[in-house]
């Protein structure tokens, strides 16, 4: 009997030990099938019960990430998808049609990623419709990508943003009001450099100002007032530039009736000097009142004389 005893009991161990290496490979149902010939030969087998316990729960774990992966992969959420394959590959090598899922997903992921990092290099251009043409390119392998729709909603609010400015500008262009207008576009040009039309529209509106401006300038220089009346303050006017002079703030020549007015002063001194020089050194009866007087209503004549000459026009 002890010797029957022992056989068994060196079978069971055998049969324990096998188990545990099929376990230990992944081979979780074979490691169960070994348990129980040990459990059947001594149902009070040490580690038999727990080895098929241990590879049972293994292989339920296995059909839930399964169902999980096959879920998501339904949902079209790949990277999650991969994860749980990737898990699934940890716990059992050997699943083939796990491996070959998995390698199929990553395919689709890197093509993925390598749309999205496409448009983000063309948009950083600013070719923003090149830019979600790319992103759109996503949605045929996944429909319902989260980071490509992100991305098109951030372009439509680059676009709504253009077509807010270029209606801001024309307005302005409408109104008269040139220098906002510019203003105005040139910010929209540097948002989307490529506008044609804004920049032919721009170049016309510094035409304008740049008239406006002329005219403004042959205004000043003959004293006309502005033809028609009605221009609108600034409107038209080029944006002055730090440290420059206005062709406003320049001296003019002086006026008809300042050369006359000066003319009569200077003949008036003239006819004063005439009459007092005689009397100040000829004259030995003239007293120091007189004389001092005298002096002084030269000397403010001429004063006045130099003040009219140099009076701005």
């Known amino acids: 009997m002890k010797k029957k005893d022992l056989a068994k009991q060196q079978r069971v161990s055998e049969l324990l030990a096998a188990g545990e290496k099929f376990f230990s490979g992944g081979r979780y149902a074979e490691a169960i099938g070994e348990g129980r010939k040990a459990a059947a030969l001594d149902s009070n087998a040490p580690g038999a019960a727990g080895l098929i316990a241990r590879a049972e729960n293994i292989i339920a774990c296995i059909a839930n990430l399964r169902e999980r992966a096959a879920e998501f992969r339904h949902k079209g959420e790949r990277l999650r998808a991969a994860m749980l394959y990737t898990e699934l590959l940890k716990l059992d090598p050997g699943l083939s049609d796990v491996s070959l899922e998995l390698e199929k997903l990553?395919?689709?992921?890197?093509?993925?990623?390598?749309?999205?990092?496409?448009?983000?290099?063309?948009?950083?251009?600013?070719?923003?419709?090149?830019?979600?043409?790319?992103?759109?390119?996503?949605?045929?392998l996944d429909k319902h990508n989260q980071e490509a729709d992100f991305l098109i909603n951030k372009a439509k609010e680059v676009f709504a943003r253009k077509d807010g400015l270029l209606a801001k500008a024309r307005d302005y262009r409408r109104q008269g009001e040139l220098d906002p207008a510019a203003r105005t576009y040139e910010e929209l040009l540097r948002i989307f450099p490529n506008l044609a039309d804004a920049r032919n529209e721009l170049a016309e509106v510094n035409a304008g100002i740049r008239r406006a401006n002329a005219l403004r300038v042959i205004r000043h220089q003959s004293g006309k007032p502005a033809s028609g009346g009605n221009e609108k303050p600034g409107a038209g006017a080029l944006r002055p530039s730090a440290g420059r002079t206005p062709p406003a703030a320049t001296a003019g020549k002086p006026r008809v009736w300042k050369n006359y007015l000066f003319a009569v002063l200077v003949l008036a001194i003239f006819a004063l000097l005439f009459k007092l020089l005689p009397l100040l050194f000829l004259s030995a009866s003239s007293s120091p009142l007189f004389v001092t007087s005298a002096v002084l209503i030269v000397v403010l004549l001429s004063l006045l004389v130099f003040f009219l000459c140099t009076l701005p026009a």
């Not at 390598?114 to 600013?126: C, D, H, M, N, V």
């Open 106 to 140: 990553n395919g689709e992921l890197n093509a993925i990623s390598t749309l999205i990092e496409a448009g983000e290099k063309i948009f950083s251009l600013r070719e923003y419709g090149a830019a979600v043409a790319k992103w759109k390119e996503v949605f045929k």
